[in-house]
Nanobody
Framework: QVQLVESGGGLVQPGGSLRLSCAAS????????MGWYRQAPGKQRELVAL???????NYADSVKGRFTISGDNAKNTVYLQMTSLKPEDTAVYYC?????????????WGQGTQVTVSQ
């Protein structure tokens, strides 16, 4: 069982920055793909950024050049550095860990952290 705990959300003005953290229980980064998702009110959850077990990264077009995902193996923590924030970035942000195995996959989610971008 993997536990994920997000932190770092809050209220920020447009153009500002925030860094989200996702602390995992145990050393999982070598076996799991780690992702940040977000869900705004009335919208579906969407992938924001992904870092694979091989350390490849992918980003949603809407955040490319503004957000950066990274991982610290020693701290078992994944980060999402968000800059040049826009009101449309307002959402609950979730951390995920996924590992595909023969016949299925293991999927874990954090509880979410609220990010609000507003004046």
């Amino acid at each position: 069982q993997v536990q994920l705990v997000e932190s770092g959300g809050g209220l920020v003005q447009p153009g500002g920055s925030l860094r989200l953290s996702c602390a995992a229980s145990g050393s999982i980064f070598s076996r799991y793909d780690m992702g940040w998702y977000r869900q705004a009110p009335g919208k579906q959850r969407e992938l924001v950024a992904l870092i694979t077990s091989g350390r490849s990264t992918n980003y949603a077009d809407s955040v490319k050049g503004r957000f950066t995902i990274s991982g610290d193996n020693a701290k078992n923590t994944v980060y999402l550095q968000m800059t040049s924030l826009k009101p449309e970035d307002t959402a609950v942000y979730y951390c995920s860990a996924k590992r595909v195995v023969l016949g299925g996959s293991y999927d874990y989610w954090g509880q979410g952290t609220q990010v609000t971008v507003s004046q």
